[in-house]
């Protein structure tokens, strides 16, 4: 596929988002959040869902968590553009609330797809609700963050959320952590041609 033919289908994606009803999700939101980054992005943030301003803007990561999250991007040696960003439910829930496990369900295909177009060869999954819901719905972040799992041919590392170092100092240093820990993953990794998924044995990690 051209990076061209993925554009579109992740546009696709982006315009059946906008306009889904398939969960409850749609009636409060101003702005559905598909994602936004590159289709041929090397590593892909996820999170839990749009906050305030996500929903003002119908973008991802644009208000305080967001900030924070660019600057710990640069730590890890990555710059925002070149990477995906996205929730497993692209409506805010009500007062930020947690998405609950119906909502996830229903938005689950928008989230598959995405990730089938891109192919990213990390997956960082932004707290808990993220881990759950593509690694291990038994998962604790004390046990897993900073630390790199294979699944079904995809890595994931799970990262403490932004957000938590903005609503709990002690949590800032955890999550410094994290990004470090990525970073070093990343080190030397990214420069290489990009293994495909369907090539288990062209994987380079
Ligand atoms: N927190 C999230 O989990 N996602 C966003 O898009 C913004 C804040
Ligand atoms: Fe559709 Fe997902 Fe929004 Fe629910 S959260 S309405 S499934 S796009």
């Known amino acids: 596929m051209t990076p061209e033919e993925r ?22 939101r101003t702005n559905a959040v598909p994602g936004e980054g590159p ?19 119908g973008r ?10 660019n600057q710990l991007l640069l730590t890890a040696g990555l710059r925002r553009p070149q990477v995906f960003i996205t929730n497993i439910v ?15 369900e229903a938005c ?7 990730i089938a177009i891109i192919q990213p060869r990390l997956l960082c999954l932004l707290g808990r609700p993220a881990t759950q819901t593509l690694l291990d719905p038994g998962a604790t972040m004390s046990k897993m963050h900073g630390r790199v799992f294979e699944r079904d041919g995809l890595y994931f590392m799970p990262i403490y959320h932004p957000a938590a170092a903005l609503h709990n100092p002690n949590m800032r240093a955890p999550v410094e952590h994290d990004f470090a ?21 062209g994987r380079l990690f």
């Open 7 to 28: 554009q579109a289908i992740l546009n696709d994606i982006a315009a059946q988002v906008r306009v889904c009803t398939r969960c409850r999700l749609c009636q409060g």
């Open 39 to 57: 289709a041929d992005a090397q590593v892909m943030f996820i999170g839990e869902g749009p906050g305030y301003q996500e929903d003002r803007q």
């Open 60 to 69: 991802p990561f644009v208000g305080p968590a967001g900030q924070l999250l």
């Open 90 to 104: 692209k409506c805010r829930p009500p007062e930020n609330r947690e998405p609950r496990p119906d909502e996830v």
């Open 108 to 114: 689950r295909e928008y989230l598959d797809g995405q």
């Open 181 to 201: 820990a990525l970073g070093e993953f990343l080190k030397g990794r990214l420069q290489q041609p990009k293994a495909r998924l369907e090539q288990p044995e």
